[in-house]
């Protein structure tokens, strides 16, 4: 979070900018309680780390800031831990490291906090997000008379006044985008240290990067533009606990030679010269100059799962489409992509059918040659949640796995690939019942997102006993959570 002056807040990736007529640094729960008394009549939002690129944070009244909540304590068992939900994600790794245990998922960046990952579901690659470990909340809302109260959720808990069992809160609140309230504190599991294996491995198509999934199931990989392969991270629980000797190298070679000097790459043939045939010199010849296939290396797994992905300013959106879609979903991506790239560029007729059936070829017309995409599309699989409205929530007996792709655009202005970004996205959700990420670039509706989501109506009903008189509903959260009856 950055401004020009103590109430002017803008997000990281710059996107974001808005006024907040109080901006409010609480030490205490009482503190917390005092303010949401003094702005019960207005709207109150949280602020994390600001790494978000929606509106979720924006607030024209009173927006929290809880850097100073933020104490650590580990449970007796050694199988939990309850965090203030100020503490960013990379100094709950190291409290818990040096107790020799550590979260059981871990997302790309260490830097948010966790709240924010939690009420966003910021997730890895082959496990659940972050919200499904979650076994207990605390959190500042508005009991029934409206006055400011803390309440405890929990699975063990009395629910809310019988209305509502508590394992329904609890999946309600694991992932709640800030809608029940301010979330003081976590209860999360975790799991004792454990060191994963990885190699970079070049495959040619999605079967062959799929095929490999049961003997890396924390594999991630990336569609790389331009040359339309696959890069594998093929990544899995090490046998041995211990890191290899070549492991601190590794770390050096990855934060020099990708984590920065890659990105300037891309920076520099995207952003600043803005050329074409660069970008594609780029991936079609160069980037496997940067890669080092087959480089075997065990590490600890808060190092080895980790990315600087924040050292450079970009903006993000993020789809979850369930296994059964990924081919199709993926397939759609990349023509879209290449006709954005190439005028000329004629998609297939099962792509052209999707984008008549869903009136979008006006928006198509237009994207038409005008964005070069620039950045390899990650696609990381996400296991089924207990939540509610996490991008990969489960209900019934539903159990197929989902995956995220990301795009993602390091260029200014954005105008172009949020429109190629907005196609895509619509589509997807249209077609395949794609959800988007709640912490990322969300240019969907809420027409769109009462369709993804068959929870939400459950969500609501909680969500009014939390919050009865709307105080945490901004604008954002009004468009994308209300029923039909509310927008």
Not at 174 to 201: D, F, H, I, K, S
Not at 327 to 340: C, D, N, S, Y
Not at 388 to 399: F, K, N, P, W
């Amino acid at each position: 979070m950055t401004g020009e002056s103590p109430k002017t807040v803008t997000n990281f990736g710059r996107n974001i900018r808005f006024a907040a007529a109080a901006l409010c640094r609480p030490r205490s729960e009482a503190e917390v309680l005092r303010i949401l008394e003094a702005h019960r009549d207005g709207t109150v939002r949280v602020v994390g780390a600001g790494h978000s690129w929606n509106g979720g944070i924006e607030s024209p009244d009173a927006l929290l800031d809880l850097r100073h909540m933020r104490r650590v304590r580990l449970h007796e068992d050694r199988a939990r831990v309850t965090v203030g939900a100020g503490c960013r994600i990379g100094d709950l790794l190291a409290h818990l490291e040096r107790n020799g245990l550590t979260l059981p998922s871990i997302g790309l960046i260490d830097r948010q906090t966790l709240a924010g990952a939690v009420a966003t579901a910021t997730h890895g690659s082959g496990g659940h997000s972050m919200s499904h470990y979650v076994d207990a909340l605390r959190i500042a809302c508005y009991g029934p008379g409206g006055a400011a109260v803390v309440r405890t959720v929990d699975s063990a808990g009395p629910g809310i006044a019988g209305r509502h069992d508590p394992d329904l809160v609890l999946r309600a609140a694991r992932c709640a985008v800030g809608a029940l309230g301010v979330v003081l504190e976590l209860t999360l599991r975790c799991v004792p240290q454990y060191y994963v294996r990885e190699r970079c491995v070049w495959v040619g198509d999605l079967d062959e990067a799929l095929e490999r999934e049961p003997g890396a199931p924390l594999q991630q990989f990336y569609l790389i533009p331009h040359s339309w392969e696959y890069l594998v991270h093929d990544r899995r629980v090490a046998a041995s606990g211990r890191r290899t000797g070549a492991a601190a190298l590794y770390r050096v070679y990855w934060l020099v030679v990708i984590d920065v000097l890659l990105h300037l790459g891309i920076k520099l043939t995207a952003s600043l010269l803005r050329s074409r045939r660069l970008v594609h010199l780029l991936y079609r010849r160069l980037l496997r100059l940067f890669i080092v296939p087959g480089w075997r290396v065990t590490d600890r797994s808060d190092r080895q799962l980790l990315m600087r992905h924040d050292l450079f300013r970009h903006l993000e959106m993020e789809m979850f489409v369930r296994r059964a879609h990924l081919a199709e979903a993926l397939e759609f991506v990349t023509e879209i992509l290449r006709a954005a790239d190439d005028a000329a560029y004629e998609v297939s007729p099962e792509v052209w059918i999707h984008i008549e059936q869903t009136a979008m070829q006006p928006a198509f017309d237009e994207l038409r040659g005008t964005c070069v995409h620039h950045y390899p599309i990650c696609v990381r699989r996400v296991l089924p949640d207990g939540t509610l409205i996490s991008m990969s929530s489960c209900h019934g007996t539903e159990v197929e796995d989902w995956y995220a792709i990301s795009l993602i655009t390091y260029t200014e202005p954005r105008e172009p690939f949020e429109r190629v970004a907005r196609l895509i996205a619509t589509v997807l959700a249209r077609a395949h019942g794609a959800r988007l990420h709640w912490g990322k670039w969300f240019p969907l509706g809420g027409s769109d997102v009462e369709r993804m989501y068959p929870g939400l109506p459950s969500f609501r009903q909680v969500r009014d006993d939390f919050d009865p008189g709307g105080v945490f509903r901004n604008a954002f959260l009004k468009d994308h959570l209300a029923g039909a009856d509310e927008r």
